[in-house]
């Protein structure tokens, strides 16, 4: 079964918003960090930003401005809100869990921007 859950990509044009959403249980967000991880076509996985279960965020150099990760506690859900989306943003988005769980992986939602 679904342990992670995300929601929220589809088509934008360059300049454009759209924001993620990654649904968890309670016991899997409280005790790990969470983070978006995108895959384009062609080219690796890689770290696009990561909240900590104390709140400390990290981002990968080609979105800080950009995006903004957040956890929203009572939901059990964490979010990315992506702002001047580019071409090269496009991709498969990943939702993770890292911590007491190892690591879970989303089964991902795809961002596409164009024009």
Do not use: H
Not at 36 to 61: C, H, M, S
Not at 66 to 92: C, P
Request: proline share 2%; glycine share 12%.
């Amino acid at each position: 079964q679904e342990q992670l859950v995300e929601s929220g990509g589809g088509l934008v044009q360059p300049g454009g918003s759209l924001r993620l959403s990654c649904a968890a249980s309670a016991s899997i967000f409280s005790n790990n960090a969470m983070g978006w991880y995108r895959q384009a076509p062609g080219k690796q996985r890689e770290l696009v930003a990561i909240i900590t279960n104390f709140g400390t965020t990290n981002y990968a150099d080609f979105v800080k401005g950009r995006f903004t990760i957040s956890r929203d506690n009572a939901k059990s859900a964490v979010s990315l809100e992506m702002n001047s989306l580019k071409v090269e943003d496009t991709g498969v988005y990943y939702c993770s869990a890292a911590g007491s769980v190892g690591i879970l992986w989303g089964q991902g939602t795809q961002v596409t921007v164009s024009s």
